[in-house]
């Protein structure tokens, strides 16, 4: 149907909805049945089977393989299906860990999508747009993505950005009017909004008339069909490392190869012994596991409010050194109250918190009745009028549906006895010249019941002063003076000395058939009335967040558009800035150039009354000094910024979704305590990933090394093929993945942010790998040359020895990993999920070792009592010898 060519009427029928109630929850539900979600069609994802027969097809798999069906053919059937079944294991562990973390992944991708507000029952709700269907109502404003193809039926100064369907970056402006032609191209559609694109300006409704693939999004859906497979820089320098390893392991199974051939072993023995070694030595589920510790990570930090959007946030958390934050609503409590009312020279006392419109008004401690004073009745009925916010209550509670600062003009009328239903009576608001972060005002235009019309605007003090030509003063309008505008700029500092926001409130009465078609017209020659002071009180937690970053060796900033002498004060009570702190404000940080910026910013802990525009010189300012910054915003103007930040974080509850689009990350509630939480997180998840690299690589090294020495030693294998293969799929798989859950070290929050090009070996990680493995081997082959040269007939005891040695002493040096110092400075039942890993790790070698249907399977004996204290001696020597040298070394 061409909705571009009805009429208002015509598209309310057409589409068989209420514009005034919305739709009902069973016209919802029919119409779900009909047109189904709205969403765009995903191109096909591999099946079950296919991702798990994905798992068969690494190289040395592929060769195992290969060597099971030799080893089949040769009449070895035991090895050929313990092989097959160990392959078969660990492919079933590689398909759930994968599972896993795509389903983890999707789960993040749900909560990150794109809201809506739409009128239900009479009733504006938020929903995400993919409950949206054909006939549904929706409002919108700046910073808004559209959910799906709306017939446009109001616009205030509506403009949307287009350029996913256009390619054109400049906004288009919209309107309601129908437009009849042939062959209108998408860009003319004036009054329509399409799925996916941006409004940068202004507020509109409309009615749903396409979703899903029905949209004009939904003629592209191919350019949208290719799934972005996300790798961090961590996980691409592990793949790097992985085929270094690859080339090693090769290299020194070839040579454990050649050299146990020229000493006289069998070649398919040691062709099949070098193969497993191989396989065990190539640690092919770092990738996986690397995948599961982020997106386990990342669950964590759902629960505890963060939502990561892009992966490698999660490893730039633990690199930040300053957070520039939002005050309001992320350092506040973003419950607006006014406390103070300036007119006339007068300053009245408000009391009540909150949104509840309960309070008293008080002149020099004396309770007045706002209705009987003239000025004070002015501030707060055009407060009121000016206003789109809406305070109702739900289950008790008072609760705003709008901006935290226009609730408190709300709420501050509320208690004078003004009420909207009632000031409608009297008024009716005829044109709305929406707020932005430019103008810094909000103006509307009402007529009274003799039908006389009049300005009302609200805003910035100081910029409502530069559009003011008289000011209200003993109920007479006066020329606004040099004399008046002290005494108003004396009450602006006298009020944000008290941390006090204020807003003024200005009116001019229009003549008789003025039109006034634009903000421009609208905001000038006005008359100054007087001002509202709100204080947002800081959130009790921010306080100690502070001083735990500060701790962190992380600087946090205050960026504010609110007065210096508000900011001030707020930061003074969050304990935010040190003895030698400044503070900067929007007119000094304009006048600086990026490198006059750098060489000051050091020492700047507030930016007062700053526009979105400056964050992003503060960010590279920051960054060009070497910092990696994480900043916070909510608006469509803050994106830029975010997106240039090295971590972008956007507001969940204010933020728009340009700016959540553009963020790393989300705060679910708004909380700069839990920015704090989350750099922990991140922080935390790259430990735990180093730690099981460490544990992952010193293993393999063990169990190559242990195999090497003892063919230049010309002994026997020390190890069979298939206990190879085991000790890699008992000891490797569940201990390394509860690494990655464990628990952050006391002192994690105590040390610098790490340095983002810090490689993964780091702080003698290789030195710790390399000197763990060679002792692992070591004792290994000492336990195994021990009970050899005791009872050389008896090879495969010997065997079982060094098998267990092996297990244990990898077992043992997985708590050794939980900690970079040593294994005696964190408690061993720390992590739950490691003591049931090893627990379970041990039962398997034990019913290998001593169930008599394995013991063939496996070339294991029964072990004596007495030689246990043989293996866990040597097991434990390699951990707690270096751990005494630690000491040692400490004292």
């Avoid at 705003?400 to 009716?428: C, H, N, W, Y």
């Avoid at 799929?729 to 569940?734: A, H, I, R």
Wanted: hydrophobic letters at 45%; a neutral charge; glycine letters at 8%.
């Amino acid at each position: 149907m061409k909705w571009h060519e009805m009429g208002h009427s015509d598209v309310i029928r057409a589409t068989n909805t209420n514009e005034k109630q919305g739709l009902s929850d069973s016209d919802v539900h029919k119409r779900r049945q009909q047109y189904g979600p709205n969403e765009l069609q995903e191109g096909e994802k591999p099946s079950a089977l296919l991702q798990f027969l994905a798992q068969f097809k690494d190289f040395m798999v592929l060769v195992l393989l290969g060597a099971t069906l030799i080893s089949g053919i040769l009449g070895e059937y035991i090895d050929a299906v313990a092989i097959i079944a160990i392959v078969l294991i660990n492919g079933i562990l590689g398909f759930f860990q994968e599972r896993k973390a795509e389903k983890s992944l999707h789960a993040l991708k749900e909560l990150s999508a794109p809201q809506v507000v739409v009128l239900r029952d009479g009733e504006w709700v938020k929903l995400l747009s993919k409950e949206l269907v054909p006939g549904d109502i929706v409002k919108f404003t700046s910073g808004d993505r559209i959910g799906a193809d709306v017939r446009l039926l109001e616009t205030k100064s509506l403009e949307i950005e287009e350029s996913a369907l256009t390619g054109e970056s400049l906004p288009v402006q919209k309107s309601m009017e129908a437009i009849v032609g042939e062959n209108i191209g998408i860009g003319d559609l004036t009054n329509m909004a399409f799925m996916g694109t941006l409004v940068t300006r202004g507020n509109g409704t409309g009615v749903v008339v396409g979703t899903g693939m029905k949209t004009a999004m939904g003629q592209i859906a191919d350019l949208l069909q290719t799934a972005e497979t996300m790798m961090t820089p961590l996980q691409r320098r592990l793949e790097q490392l992985g085929k270094i390893l690859i080339v090693l392991a090769l290299l020194l199974t070839v040579l454990v190869v050649a050299v146990g051939v020229i000493q006289g072993h069998e070649l398919y023995d040691m062709f099949l012994a070098g193969v497993s070694l191989a396989v065990a030595a190539i640690p092919e589920g770092l990738p996986a596991i690397v995948t599961v510790a982020l997106s386990l990570g990342v669950q964590r930090m759902i629960k505890q409010h963060s939502i990561v959007r892009k992966l490698p946030a999660v490893e730039t958390l633990g690199c930040a050194s300053v957070i520039c934050s939002d005050k309001t609503g992320t350092m506040t409590q973003n419950k607006m109250t006014v406390t103070h009312i300036w007119a006339e020279g007068k300053t009245w006392e408000v009391t009540g918190t909150g949104y509840v419109p309960q309070g008293d008004f008080s002149y020099k401690d004396r309770t007045v009745q706002p209705k009987q004073q003239k000025s004070l009745q002015q501030i707060l009925t055009f407060g009121m009028l000016c206003n789109t916010a809406r305070i109702f209550e739900r289950d008790g509670q008072f609760q705003l549906d709008g901006d935290p600062t226009e609730g408190a003009l709300l709420v501050s009328a509320m208690k004078a006895g003004f009420t909207r239903d009632i000031l409608q009576q009297s008024f009716t608001i005829i044109e709305e010249f929406p707020f932005d972060s430019t103008r810094k005002m909000m103006s509307v235009i009402v007529e009274d019941k003799s039908g006389k019309r009049f300005v009302i605007t609200k805003g910035a003090p100081d910029v409502l002063m530069k559009v003011s030509e008289f000011i209200l003063w003993d109920e007479k309008q006066k020329v606004l003076s040099a004399q008046f505008e002290n005494r108003i700029k004396e009450s602006i500092e006298s009020l944000a000395s008290k941390a006090l926001r204020t807003i003024a409130v200005a009116f001019r009465p229009l003549r008789s058939g003025q039109i006034v078609n634009s903000y421009m017209e609208a905001e000038k020659d006005l008359t100054f009335i007087g001002l509202q002071g709100m204080i947002d009180p800081p959130r009790p937690e921010v306080k100690q967040a502070i001083k735990e970053c500060r701790a962190a060796g992380i600087k946090t900033v205050m960026i504010t558009g609110d007065h210096l002498l508000t900011a001030s004060a707020i930061a003074k009570q969050l304990d935010l800035m040190p003895a030698k702190g400044k503070v900067m404000d929007g007119q000094t940080l304009s006048s600086l150039s990026i490198d006059e910026l750098e060489n000051v910013v050091d020492d700047i802990y507030v930016f007062a009354r700053v526009s979105p525009e400056h964050k992003l010189k503060i960010v590279k300012a920051l960054q060009n000094k070497g910092h990696i910054v994480a900043m916070t915003g909510d608006g469509v103007n803050d994106a830029p910024a975010i997106k240039a930040a090295d971590i972008g974080i956007s507001m969940g509850i204010t933020g728009t979704d340009v700016a959540k689009e553009a963020s790393s990350l989300v705060l679910v509630d708004d909380n700069f305590a839990t920015i704090k939480s989350a750099i922990r997180e991140g922080r935390n998840i790259y430990e735990n990933i180093r730690k099981f690299v460490r544990y992952l690589l010193a293993s393999n090294v063990g169990e190559i090394l242990v195999m090497l020495f003892a063919m230049l030693l010309a002994l026997p294998l020390p190890l069979v093929p298939i206990q190879i293969l085991w000790v890699n799929l008992v000891t490797d798989g569940l201990p390394a993945m509860a690494l990655g859950l464990d628990k952050p070290e006391g002192n994690l929050m105590n040390r610098k942010p790490r340095h983002p090009r810090e490689g993964v070996f780091a702080r003698g990680l290789a030195w710790k790998v390399i000197s763990r493995g060679f002792l692992i081997g070591i004792a290994t082959l000492a336990a195994f040359i021990i009970i050899y040269n005791r009872q050389p007939d008896n090879l495969i005891y010997a065997q079982t020895i060094a098998f267990a040695t092996l297990v244990m002493a990898q077992l043992i040096h997985v708590f050794d990993c939980r900690s970079e110092r040593s294994i005696f400075d964190r408690n061993p039942f720390g992590n739950i999920y490691l003591i049931g890993a090893v627990a379970s790790s041990i039962l398997l070698m034990l019913i290998v070792i001593y169930y008599p249907p394995l013991q063939p399977i496996f070339h294991t004996v029964a072990i004596l009592p007495q030689d246990w204290l043989l293996v866990l001696g040597m097991s434990a020597l390699p951990t707690f010898l270096l751990a005494g040298s630690l000491l040692t070394r400490k004292s």
